[in-house]
């Protein structure tokens, strides 16, 4: 199974920040990648895709970048609605797998 | 709109079934997933289907329990749920292999 290591697992941020969160695999996904917002009590939802996609209606503010086994994702100015947990997932190979997640707190 | 909609969930004891649904429109539907999150954990892959329903992939710690299938004359995907555990409980999601979620239905698993 390709691992995908995520971090960090947390992150104590203030409005205006720049956000950087990592996904490594364990082996060549090439761009097989999707960055996923989780609020509590919600279903994840998609903001990038292809590693590097912006999802339809997703805001500019946010941004992933990276290929092989390493990747980013990068909110370029925080915003209090981006406060939730971030995942990557990689859709490379069976069995689809998930980074731990990075959950955003507001300092 | 892009909609996918899971049905089915609900409580059951140790050892039961349950048939989960997800109803899907607005997008190609392609290969496609089941996802599952435990309380206060991250997302775990439980099972995908080949478009055209041919090929099916199981985590290990549902296989031989849980089948996945689908209808593609109706855009929906089922997920039968046997011989179901107390680790089994959490929110299941249909996801399409595009990235998208349905809102989830809580299975949980008690005695």
């Known amino acids: 199974d390709i691992q995908m290591t995520q971090s960090p697992s947390s992150l104590s941020t203030s409005v205006g920040d720049r956000v950087t969160i990592t996904c490594q695999a364990s082996?060549?996904?090439?761009?097989?990648l999707n960055w996923y917002q989780q609020k509590p009590g919600k279903a994840p939802k998609l903001l990038i895709y292809?590693?590097?996609t912006l999802e339809t209606g997703v805001p500019s503010r946010f941004s992933g970048s990276g290929s092989g086994t390493e990747f980013t994702f990068t909110i370029s100015s925080l915003q209090p609605d981006d406060i939730a947990t971030y995942y990557c997932q990689q859709y490379h190979d069976f069995p689809y797998t998930f980074g731990q997640g990075t959950r955003l707190e507001i300092k | 709109e892009v909609q996918l909609l899971e049905s089915g969930g609900g409580l059951v004891r140790p050892g039961g079934s349950l048939r989960l649904s997800c109803a899907t429109s607005?997008?190609?539907?392609?290969?496609m997933n089941w996802v599952r999150q435990a309380p206060g954990k991250g997302p775990e892959w439980v099972a995908s289907?080949?478009?055209?329903?041919?090929?099916?992939f199981y985590a290990d710690s549902v296989r031989g329990r849980f089948t996945i299938s689908r209808d593609n004359g109706k855009k929906s995907l089922y997920l039968q749920m046997n011989s179901l555990r107390a680790d089994d409980t959490g929110v299941y999601y249909c996801?399409?292999?595009?990235?998208?979620w349905g809102q989830g239905t809580l299975v949980t698993v008690t005695s």
């Open positions: 289907i080949s478009t055209s329903g041919d090929y099916t």
């Open positions: 082996q060549d996904i090439t761009n097989y």
């Open positions: 996801l399409s292999r595009r990235g998208y």
């Open positions: 607005g997008f190609a539907f392609t290969s």
């Open positions: 292809d590693a590097s």
